[in-house]
């Protein structure tokens, strides 16, 4: 193909940016005859450099594979695409010098592996997420400024520039129309990548975040101040964003309640470029299973003595409280919650009390 008739096949495609299957295929080989290359791709990263995306157009799948599972930490262009500003381009063969290139383990290990000797990247979107667009060459060649300059690369960037813009305008619409949507029934939302970093959330999430759930917003990150809890929803996010059926959670809240969540892949009309991400649902906080120690006997096999130990852990109480409550030596407490760790395949209470409100 010609590169007039891959760019004008191109420049159509950016017109198909809203539709449910974009056309990125045909775009990234517009980019690549623009640019040349032997393949191109687009990558898009979160604000903490997490990788959201990848997409080729010719070259070699298991270079996308060892891309995705390590080599994407080690990128140096990366760092100079985000926080440069839309518009920047980048090339491999200018930002190192040639024995600075020798002694990189992501050029040696990664680039020089899968036969890339060269890397030519344009930066689409800087912000939350950045968004890249770049073609791999086998044999270095200069005189990047006259292809950037050139009047097919120019076109050709600006109608993508406006085409991303009208996309992420679509985004935005459909998620304030969501949030309004959930809102009128009391419901937070939030739009969140598989680690966790934010993107949207709505007003009631902003105000319940911290103040009425042990959930906080802390860097732009969902987090819960329990490491192992946090642990459980990072795996739920991930998980919500690989499945089409919803991933419903319990966290422990605060002052023994629990904090609930739905979580769900998004559907991609509140994603830039098709990248999964999760649309997390956060009801009301409930109360406890204080008042069902019965439930958490029969759902972990417990005495009722060890159950109503369990029950005051997830409404809050230390050892003390439950000895103090229960006219008993704080031993036998004690005692009882390291039984509780043995039946229930744990090593800390905040393990129990995350099994507790998970199974109630």
Not at 14 to 19: E, I, V
Not at 218 to 247: C, E, F, K, M, N
Not at 291 to 302: S, Y
Not at 333 to 357: N, P
Request: overall charge neutral; aromatic content about 4%; charged content about 20%.
């Amino acid at each position: 193909m010609t590169q007039a008739a891959a760019l004008s096949r191109a420049l159509d495609a950016l017109q198909t940016l809203d539709d449910p299957d974009p056309r990125w295929g045909d775009v990234l080989e517009g980019f690549r005859q623009c640019v040349g290359g032997d393949s191109a791709r687009l990558l898009m990263f979160g604000g903490d450099g997490e990788l959201l995306l990848v997409q080729r157009e010719g070259g070699d799948a298991q270079a996308d594979s060892d891309y995705a599972a390590h080599f994407h930490a080690h990128d140096f262009l990366l760092p100079l695409a985000r926080g440069s500003g839309a518009g920047v381009w980048n090339d491999s063969a200018e930002a190192l010098t040639a024995a600075a290139l020798d002694r990189n383990v992501f050029y040696v290990d990664f680039l020089c592996r899968h036969r890339i000797r060269q890397v030519v990247a344009h930066t689409a979107v800087d912000g939350l997420r950045t968004l890249a667009l770049s073609v791999q060459r086998s044999q270095p060649r200069g005189g990047m400024r006259a292809v950037v300059e050139s009047a097919a690369t120019r076109q050709f960037t600006a109608t993508l520039a406006r085409a991303l813009q009208e996309r992420q305008a679509c985004a935005v619409q459909a998620w304030a129309s969501l949030d309004a949507c959930f809102s009128a029934y009391g419901e937070a939302l939030l739009l969140v990548t598989p680690s966790g970093v934010v993107l949207h959330l709505s007003a009631l999430a902003r105000e319940w975040l911290g103040r009425h759930t042990a959930l906080v917003l802390r860097g732009g990150r969902l987090q819960h101040p329990d490491a192992h809890a946090q642990d459980v929803l990072l795996d739920a996010l991930r998980r919500s964003t690989r499945q089409r059926t919803p991933v419903c959670l319990a966290l422990p809240g605060m002052q023994g309640a629990v904090d609930r969540l739905e979580l769900v892949r998004a559907d991609d009309g509140l994603s830039l470029a098709g990248e999964r991400l999760a649309l997390v649902r956060l009801g009301r906080r409930g109360a406890g299973p204080a008042a069902a120690p019965e439930l958490l006997a029969l759902a972990f096999g417990l005495t009722l003595a060890e159950a109503r130990v369990l029950a005051a852990l997830v409404q809050g109480q230390r050892a003390a409280d439950i000895a103090e409550r229960h006219k008993v030596r704080i031993t036998t407490v004690r005692t009882q919650i390291a039984g509780l760790l043995a039946k229930m395949d744990c090593t800390r209470q905040s393990e129990l009390v995350l099994k507790a409100c998970t199974a109630i």
